[in-house]
């Protein structure tokens, strides 16, 4: 525990910040190729309102985290403090607008950014002696929407390389993957994680054939494309709502495939949001609930024990008269 409490806060002060700002340019830097050349289907307008609704939800909450806890605006102090506080709503705004296909509803857009960002601050456990959120905000803002709505649905995998030849079918692919390799080697140290990830997601799909006939290649299809590597090495491994330990990140990275097998088996679909906002559920609880029952040991292990029984001087005769009595 101690050694897994190390690791994360020498994450949080080395490393969080370099990532961020890496996951923010690259995200920002493929949406506006996908617009320009790759074949995004929506319109601009999507990631437009997706910013500034992440933007304006970020700036508010901390208006009000700030005053109630009588402290500075963390984006005060400066450009470049102002840029790395709204790192996380760029991310999460373009995500949103990416992922999902609301046709002209922009306000759906605006609705899962929102919530996304706020996950953020309203839904968060006690880890490590740190508050953190145990959502990915843009999943948990993805699924909610997707629950809620269901004339929503997911951008279609093909317009990631629609107007790409066969070059940049293989190309782009490949950039996000070693990109992402070097962001999650460096910087989240994560690769436990999208290991165990990648293994068992293939073995659910080998698992389905064998058990329940399920087509093999339609099984493993997912993985050929670019939503699947975006997902796998951007959004799975998030490292605020991740564990920090090998163990911990290969165990979550199972249970992830796993859920993801059983709602195919029930046919479910969108079942990558919905395993991983399931996985985190069952994390989140399991954290709460063990706090919980510290907070609840500890409150009756300090509670003061009962004084002990006053003694009541007897008069110095009685007590001559019992000596006197005993001696004889």
């Avoid at 949103?96 to 309203?122: G, H």
């Avoid at 293939?202 to 093999?216: D, E, N, P, V």
Wanted: net charge positive.
């Amino acid at each position: 525990m101690i050694q897994a409490s190390t690791n994360s806060n020498q994450w949080y002060a080395a490393d969080r910040l370099g990532g961020l700002r890496r996951f923010a340019a690259a995200i920002t830097i493929f949406t506006i190729l996908g617009h320009v050349w790759f074949g995004f289907e929506q319109s601009w307008a999507q990631p437009l309102v997706g910013l500034a609704a992440a933007y304006s939800t970020e700036f508010l909450l901390e208006l009000v985290d700030a005053w109630v806890r009588r402290r500075p605006y963390r984006f005060a102090g400066g450009f470049k403090k102002m840029v790395d506080f709204f790192l996380p709503a760029q991310i999460s705004g373009l995500a949103c607008s990416m992922l999902l296909y609301a046709n002209d509803r922009l306000w759906l857009i605006a609705f899962a950014a929102s919530l996304a960002i706020a996950s953020k601050t309203i839904l968060r456990i006690r880890l490590n002696h740190q508050s953190r959120h145990f959502y990915n905000p843009s999943n948990f803002g993805i699924t909610v929407t997707l629950l809620l709505f269901p004339w929503v649905g997911i951008a279609p995998p093909y317009h990631f390389t629609e107007n790409l030849q066969s070059v940049g079918d293989w190309l782009v692919p490949m950039v996000i993957v070693c990109s992402g390799s070097f962001l999650n080697t460096r910087y989240t140290r994560r690769l436990p994680l999208i290991t165990a990830w990648l293994s068992c997601f293939a073995l659910q799909a080998l698992i389905r054939h064998w058990t329940l006939g399920s087509s093999l290649p339609g099984a493993l299809m997912p993985m050929s494309g670019v939503a699947f590597i975006l997902y796998t090495f951007y959004m799975v491994t998030d490292p605020p709502t991740t564990p920090t330990s090998t163990r911990g990140q290969v165990a979550f990275g199972a249970a992830v495939a796993a859920a993801y097998g059983l709602l195919m088996v029930f046919h479910i679909v969108f079942g990558l949001f919905f395993a991983l906002t399931i996985v985190s559920t069952v994390r989140g609880t399991y954290h709460w609930a063990r706090e919980w029952m510290g907070v609840t040991v500890a409150a009756v292990e300090v509670r003061p024990a009962p004084a002990p029984a006053t003694l009541i001087p007897e008069p110095a005769g009685v007590v001559q008269a019992a000596m006197v009595g005993r001696a004889e």
